[in-house]
Every structure is written in C-alpha cells, then in structure tokens.
C-alpha cells in the first residue's frame, strides 16, 4: 500500500497523544487507507493485533453497534481481551448515532489512543465541540496530489509507461480520487466511477442527511456551480439564474444547499479578502470542487474548462499545504488567491498562459506593495521566467516544488 506520507506523518506526530484524531474529507479520498497505514504503522511499533479495535460503519457486519450505547459496550468488552493500551479505530463514524458520546466515554474510561473517520463536516460542530474540547486534532485529506498521484500511477501496468507529460494530461482529466488507479485505465470506465462517487456523495452525505426534496433543484445549483469554477457570485446570482430558466428558490435555500454541499466536502468556499483595508469582504465569494473531475464526469469536458479547472488545482493544492486561501481584492483588481499560513503569505494568479495584449496577471501582482512571494502559475512552457521580482511557472513545477 502506498504511504501518504503528508497525513501519516501529521497522524504519526499525534500518535499516543491524548487527543482524538478525527480523519475528514470527502468519501473515496481515502481516509479509510489511511486507517490501514495507521494499523500497519501500530504493529510496526510492536502493538498487538488484539489491542487494535476496528470497525468500519459502512459495513453490515457493524450495523448493531450504530448506537453509541452499542458502541461503546462493544469497544469494552474487546478492550477486556488487551492488555495494556488499545488503539481504537473507527471509520465512517457519522453513521453512528450521537457517536461523540461514546467516543468521550471511551476516552475516559480506558487507556486508549483514538483515531475515527468521517465523511461530514458537522462532525466538528455542535455536541462534539463541546464534549471534546480541545481534546481532538483534525487531519482533513484531500484526494490526490500531483506527486501522489504519480506515485498510484506506478502501480497501474496501465499507467505505468506514460510520460510525465502525459500523466499530467491524465491528472487535468481524471482527477485525484485514488480509486480511478485500481481499474483497467479507459476513459468510459474511469467517467462512470467518477460519476457513481458523485451520485454517491448527493446522494448519502447531502439529500439523505439533509433531508432535500427538490433533488433536481439541487442538481441545478450543483451544476451552476460547477459550469462557474473560478467566477465570483452569490446566492441572488443563482436565484436570478434559475428564475430565468423557470425554476422559483429562495436565496436562504441556495445558502443551505452550499452549506450541505460544503459539510459533504464536496465543495470548498474561498471569501474575498481586501488586500488594502486587510479585511474578509462578505459578498463574492468563489466555490471549487473537491475534485475537478466531478465536472467533467457531470457536464463532460472541453478546452474552455481549463481556465477553471487550473485554477481549482492551485486551490486544493494551497488548501493540502495548510494554508487558508482567499480571492484576493486590490482595489479595483482581483487576484486569484491570497494565501497565508501562519505569518507565511503567498500571492498566486493563474492563466492557461500569459496574453501577448495584456499585463493583467503580472500587472495585479506588481501593485501589491509588500515583500511576499508572488507567482503567476501558467501552462505555457514558454511564460516561464521572473518578471520584476515575480516569478512565472508551470503548473506542474509549482505542484511538485517542496517548498514555494
């Protein structure tokens, strides 16, 4: 199995340390790997098989343990065969009712090191904040990046024999999702399992835990959003939309579809932020998928899609790196992102590649008045250089670079 070695490192850092470590992200990313390496990694550092406790919720066989009393009970009883410390590992939490009550007790009453999973951003809100306060870390996974993914790619016969060029080309099409590397390598096949996870995610993680009705106003939001990766709008936008194609919603009803899209991890919010008056602005803000696959699998791909599609890589891409990342607002000018990371901050604009009549993307950044590194990100070999103190690369050389 293949390490991620940027989550299992952070999972190793917290390993035996009194907090829970609650793994999220969206489904098939995953997470559920990563329990494995976890469980490889305790018995390398010699824990017996019989004090690690797994159990996957997605599974029939635990489908009398989705009480949190059932849970609880059982955990203990296995606990009783140990000795000495266990490790508990539970994926899919979120199908356990009130799980976060059993998961406190546990923590209490045994000597344990907890690790769960979840598919659901409102694991980390509501009981859980305050049962568990300051007592779990979170490790958000993302599907795939370049290097991972050329990693997988190794291991497809299939894939293995492909340039790095044309594994790029693949990675812009197909995706991160770990999955699309275990299957014969062929474009209808990879679209279909693309599509069946994105039915899945709507369908588990969004209509069904959110109890939505109108499933095809739904899908209408969902594919507005997905035909505007990049472009900047709000909840009137898309009511003013969707009236002019006959179909009558609330703008409270769009904020709490893109708050159910948000929870399932299937979408990513990025707010503007004002590089002068250094405040979050509240209007305009800008979605990106979790996978930009998702889109080309739901409306089909062509070349005017790449504009946003670069720019929703650079996204993840700054999001897997631990920075928070906003659109950027320069008086009357936009930068793509704005990107800080504790007193670390970075300015990126991206361009498929630099127009000859224009200076937009290096001009932006040259009106900033600061020391902070700035780039602009393009996929024209031919753009690459520095231009007064900025630096212009390849999307690939900016996703594989250590360090910026």
């Not at 997470?31 to 469980?39: D, G, I, P, Q, Y």
């Not at 599609?309 to 659109?327: P, S």
């Amino acid at each position: 199995m293949i390490q991620r070695e940027r989550y299992m490192q952070e999972i190793r850092d917290f390993m035996d340390k009194p907090v829970v470590k609650i793994i999220t992200g969206m489904r098939r990313c995953g997470k559920s790997a990563l329990l494995e390496l976890t469980r490889e990694e305790l018995r390398r550092r010699g824990v017996q098989e019989q004090n690690i406790i797994s159990m996957n919720f997605e599974s029939l066989r635990y489908e009398a343990f989705k009480d949190y009393r059932a849970l609880y009970q059982e955990v203990c009883k296995r606990a009783d065969y140990a000795q000495g410390k266990v490790y508990i590992l539970l994926d899919e939490i979120q199908e356990v009712d009130s799980w976060e009550q059993a998961i406190n007790s546990l923590r209490v009453d045994l000597d344990c090191d907890i690790y769960v999973t979840g598919s659901n951003a409102k694991l980390l809100s509501g009981e859980l904040a305050t049962l568990l306060a300051g007592r779990y870390v979170e490790i958000r996974v993302y599907p795939l990046d370049f290097r991972e993914y050329l990693d997988f790619a190794a291991e497809n016969p299939e894939e293995a024999s492909l340039s790095q060029q044309e594994q790029f080309a693949n990675f812009l099409r197909f995706g991160g999702l770990p999955g699309i590397h275990q299957m014969k390598w062929e474009e209808t096949r990879v679209m279909q399992y693309l599509h069946d996870i994105y039915n899945s995610v709507l369908l588990k993680d969004v209509i069904a835990r959110n109890k939505i009705r109108d499933t095809a106003l739904l899908e209408s939001v969902i594919a507005y959003l997905m035909d505007n990766i990049g472009n900047t709008f709000s909840a009137k936008t898309i009511t003013d939309f969707l009236k002019n194609q006959g179909r009558k919603l609330s703008a409270e009803t769009v904020y709490n579809y893109l708050r159910a899209l948000e929870s399932a991890f299937l979408i990513h919010k990025a707010v503007r932020f004002d590089i002068k008056g250094k405040r979050i602005l509240k209007t305009q803000e800008k979605y990106y998928l979790s996978d930009v696959s998702l889109k080309y699998a739901l409306l089909g791909y062509n070349r005017k899609m790449l504009d946003g599609a670069m720019e929703n890589i650079v996204f993840l891409e700054l999001k897997r790196r631990g920075y928070d990342v906003f659109i950027g607002k320069n008086d009357t000018k936009e930068i793509d992102f704005v990107a800080t990371r504790r007193d670390e901050k970075i300015y990126v604009q991206v361009c498929v590649q630099i127009p000859a009549t224009s200076d937009r993307e290096v001009g932006n950044l040259m009106e900033i008045r600061d020391h902070y590194p700035k780039y602009v990100v393009t996929l024209n070999e031919m753009d690459t250089g520095i231009e007064n103190g900025i630096k212009i690369v390849h999307l690939v050389d900016f996703l594989l670079a250590e360090t910026w």
